[in-house]
């Protein structure tokens, strides 16, 4: 069974810093990969995906993350935040034997100060 | 358009009830799931079903069960409720299980039904 380790519990940024969440996976046949974020009070939210191609995928608002095969990871990067970006952010591994069950880690808390 | 819909939106019982959570996935989706969201948690995936029939469960007793109607909504109901049911209930919708090789897997989520038992 797949599983999912978001390292980073809850981060603190000032407006401007770059942002970067780390995503692991374990599961050894093809996955797609997603980034999800739930703002406070709202639903959860596709912010990017990866299926196949270009390891470096872009999403919304000006995220992207990078599909690292060999290391499992498909970490979560934006160079500048603003404060909109307080959100709790979920990865999410979908095997593709295993259809639309997607497995998520336990989320980051992200606290971005005006 | 109308996105996923989730009814109740907030509701309250004490541990020993029965529970009926509702969905309605989005216009065309035929692949209903639901995701339990503890607080502090990220969600864990409870059921999903395609074309009124069962399709995957997680790791959830057999108190939980759920079906999907010839229209594609779904319910979730949960018996013998205990206080660790208490979380954020989610139905997702996507468009199909089929053909993997084009399966997106991407998944569309309701706002949900907070649970709360007493």
């Known amino acids: 069974a797949q599983s999912v380790s978001q390292h980073n519990h809850h981060v603190i940024l000032s407006e401007a810093a770059s942002l970067e969440l780390g995503c692991n996976y374990s599961?050894?046949?093809?996955?797609?990969l997603f980034w999800y974020v739930q703002y406070p009070g709202q639903h959860l939210q596709l912010l990017l995906k990866y299926f196949s191609g270009d390891p470096l995928v872009k999403g919304i608002k000006g995220f992207e993350a990078e599909f690292i095969k060999s290391k499992f990871s498909f970490n979560l990067r934006k160079p500048s935040v603003q404060w909109s970006d307080t959100a709790e952010y979920f990865c999410a591994v979908n095997a593709r034997a295993a259809g639309n069950k997607l497995t998520f880690g336990g989320g980051t808390r992200v606290l971005v100060k005006p | 358009d109308a996105g996923v819909t989730q009814s109740p939106t907030h509701l309250i019982k004490t541990r020993g009830q029965q529970v009926t959570l509702r969905c309605s996935p989005i216009s065309g989706h035929k692949s209903v799931s639901w995701y339990q969201q503890v607080l502090g948690q990220g969600p864990q995936f409870i059921f999903q079903y395609y074309e009124k029939e069962e399709r995957g469960r997680g790791n959830f007793p057999d108190r939980f069960s759920a079906r999907q109607f010839p229209n594609y909504s779904s319910e979730l109901n949960v018996n013998a409720l205990l206080l660790g049911d208490s979380a954020l209930y989610l139905c997702?919708?996507?468009?199909?299980?089929?053909?993997?090789?084009?399966?997106?897997?991407?998944?569309?989520f309701g706002e949900g039904s907070r649970l709360t038992v007493l």
């Open positions: 997702a919708s996507s468009l199909n299980l089929q053909n993997p090789i084009t399966n997106t897997g991407e998944l569309f």
């Open positions: 599961y050894g046949g093809t996955v797609n």
